[in-house]
């Protein structure tokens, strides 16, 4: 089981990683993967990513106060806008851009209703 949570972690902070660079890929969520993976897997790990001067401020953030910081929060709504927009350029069915508005809005509200880190 240990090397499969290694495995998981390290996928998942590959892809939050990713997230740095791409607006579409969200990072903080991966990071937290990470963090949950390589507690289980690896305390090694598990403490170098929480003491990473990138990576562990957002978990220890959502981590002590469920809080999300002004940045990330714009880069969020920056990218579900973007998602959207694609959606839309390649001609997303009525039905499927509806059902969108609807997860996408429903996340952007609970991003910015947490408290700011």
Not at 58 to 78: M, S, V, Y
Not at 96 to 105: E, K, N, P, S, Y
Request: proline share 7%.
């Amino acid at each position: 089981m240990r090397s499969f949570w290694l495995a998981a972690g390290g996928l998942a902070l590959a892809f939050g990683t990713i997230g740095i660079f791409l607006p579409l890929v969200p990072t903080v969520p991966f990071l937290l993967l990470a963090a949950f993976c390589f507690a289980r897997g690896s305390e090694r790990l598990h403490d170098w990513l929480l003491s990473h001067p990138v990576f562990g401020p957002p978990i220890e953030n959502w981590r002590d106060r469920g809080a999300i910081g002004r940045r990330a929060k714009w880069a969020a709504t920056l990218s579900i806008l973007a998602a959207f927009l694609l959606a839309i350029l390649f001609g997303a069915p009525m039905r499927a851009l509806i059902i969108q508005v609807i997860v996408l809005t429903s996340v952007a509200v609970f991003i910015w209703t947490r408290p700011e880190g």
